[in-house]
Structures are given as C-alpha cells and as structure tokens.
C-alpha cells in the first residue's frame, strides 16, 4: 500500500477532512483539502518532514504511513500491521507457535492471497517431504506465479495462440 492509500486509511479511520487534516499539519484552509489530495492520489509524495507531521496528527508512527522497508525489522512490522488493514491478517498462538492467519471474510482480495499462501504451503510441504528439491522449490519461489502448478495466477494465452496451435499440430492431437 502506497503513502498516499495510507494516509487516506488513518485519515478516515480518524473521522477527518482532508481540509481538516490539511490544516492540522500548515497547509491555508483555502487549499488544505487540495494539498492533501495531492498526496492521498499520490500525485505527490510528501517528503520526511510532512510525513512526520501527518504520522502526529494521525496519532501513528511515520513508519505506519511510509512505505515499509521490508529489510528492517520494524519496516517488516509495519508492513505486517499493513497486511492485517488490507487482508485481514491476524496473529494468534497455536501450540506454543506464533501464527499469522489471513481472514477470508476480508473479501475477494483477502481470499485470492488466502488461496495463494495455501499453494506456497503446498509446495512448502513437497520440500519438507522431499517431492521437490531445494533448488526446484526456489526455482518456483523466485519465479512466481510463472512456476504455479495450479496455473490459477499464471498468465493464460491468448485465444489467438491457442488456435495457432491447435492448427499447426492438429494432425497430432487425437482425435476420438
């Protein structure tokens, strides 16, 4: 989620104006609402110093609007707190492990990655197993959705590609 979808989430969930939050952090009351605007669109990024200002009058952590840098530890936490705003995502215990779960009544999104965690557990699975190798499971892993057995996130070939095949190797195909 951009810096913009992340104003606009605390922004609501605060109950504010885009005027009103605009003034909160200096921007005239004649453009206040314009000006935030601009930065919820994401037609403009608000540097450090407006993002900080926004984080306060939100009442979050400037990292909770910025976009998260996943190879910190805290960029990761806000990135999780993100995915829970958007997916669904809880955090519960079982069996003495932490788990993360994704709700499927979050809606259709929430549901496709739900499906797509379940495929990556799959083929998690075939390695702890030894279906598949190391190196067959990263191949599937950098490569995803290309690799995808279930073909479900793979881009699907055109009708035009399709029937060109079937007319060049027609005299192959069986036809019973």
Not at 44 to 60: C, F, N
Not at 126 to 150: G, V
């Amino acid at each position: 989620m951009a810096i913009g979808e992340r104003i606009h989430f605390f922004r609501i969930m605060r109950g504010m104006t885009q005027k009103y939050l605009g003034m909160l952090v200096g921007f005239p009351e004649r453009s206040a609402d314009v000006r935030l605007a601009q930065y919820e669109t994401g037609s403009r990024k608000p540097k450090a110093e407006l993002t900080a200002a926004l984080a306060q009058a939100l009442d979050v952590a400037p990292q909770a609007l910025d976009i998260p840098d996943i190879d910190s530890q805290i960029g990761l936490m806000h990135t999780l707190f993100a995915l829970k705003d958007i997916y669904g995502l809880t955090i519960s215990e079982t069996d003495g492990e932490v788990c993360l779960k994704i709700s499927k009544d979050k809606g259709k999104a929430a549901e496709e990655l739900l499906q797509m965690l379940t495929v990556w557990q799959e083929q998690a699975a075939k390695l702890t197993t030894e279906e598949i190798s190391r190196e067959e499971y990263d191949q599937w892993r950098y490569n995803y959705p290309k690799f995808d057995t279930t073909q479900q996130w793979a881009n699907v070939p055109s009708k035009e590609l399709s029937d060109a095949l079937v007319k060049t190797f027609k005299d192959k195909l069986k036809t019973d």
